[in-house]
């Protein structure tokens, strides 16, 4: 079956990076996009970014274009989520999820995994 | 960017009871709308995509509809694993969008 763990969250200052990682089983990694969502303290979801099957294609949220960085390593079954700069308001649960469409970069979020807490304190 | 609003952002309904959540688009999204499931301190669930499709293993009590800019969630008759907080996403077009939510309370 379908398993994606986060894991690397944790407390980070202000201006500091994290990278978080996502492992993924139960599928053929290398033919499905993959995205981060997040979700701040009793707030609702926010999309993060997306990557496509081959990593050829990304795409980010304004929130954290310019500071976060999707990659993926395939034969490492691995998704990561590189965040520098981190702000008070980058401070969340992340997701990783895969889409359910193999084929379209136009996908829906079918798979998630259980999410990674990150804390932005000084 | 597309807006994505729900309504209502809460209701209260007892067991047994037939809900409705509603989800607007702020332009036309076709059919690239999805539905997601929240439990306090759980990832979101996959409920639905493509407005209308269940996923594998979602029980037939929860049904989807609609197109272009207005979408419905129904669950025809609440049992207590159905409290939760409800999300619509559009993913026509990026940056991919959420509704903000309807929490779903035991009246």
């Known amino acids: 079956q379908v398993q994606l763990v986060e894991s690397g969250g944790g407390v980070v200052q202000p201006g500091r990076s994290l990278r978080l990682s996502c492992t993924a089983s139960?599928?053929?990694?290398?033919?499905?996009?993959m995205h981060w969502v997040r979700q701040a303290p009793g707030k609702g979801l926010e999309w993060v970014a997306a990557i496509s099957y081959d990593g050829s294609n990304k795409n980010y949220a304004d929130s954290v274009k310019g500071r976060f960085t999707i990659s993926r390593d395939t034969p490492k079954n691995m998704l990561y989520l590189q965040m520098n700069s981190l702000r008070a308001e980058d401070m969340a649960v992340y997701y990783c999820?895969?889409?359910?469409?193999?084929?379209?970069?136009?996908?829906?979020?079918?798979?998630w995994g259980q999410g990674s807490l990150v804390t932005v304190s000084s | 960017d597309i807006q994505m609003t729900q309504s209502p952002s809460s209701l209260s309904a007892s067991v047994g009871d037939r809900v409705t959540i509603t989800c607007r688009a702020s332009q036309d999204i076709s059919n690239y709308l999805a539905w997601f499931q929240q439990r306090p301190g759980k990832a979101p669930k996959s409920l639905i995509f493509?407005?209308?499709t269940l996923q594998s293993r979602v029980p037939s009590k929860f049904s989807g509809s609609g197109s272009g800019t207005d979408f419905t969630l129904t669950i025809s008759s609440l049992q207590p694993e159905d409290f939760a907080t409800y999300y619509c996403q559009q993913y026509y077009s990026y940056p991919l969008t959420f509704g903000g939510g309807t929490k779903v309370e035991i009246k």
């Open positions: 139960g599928f053929t990694f290398s033919t499905y996009a």
């Open positions: 493509a407005a209308s």
């Open positions: 999820a895969r889409v359910g469409d193999s084929s379209s970069w136009r996908s829906d979020l079918q798979h």
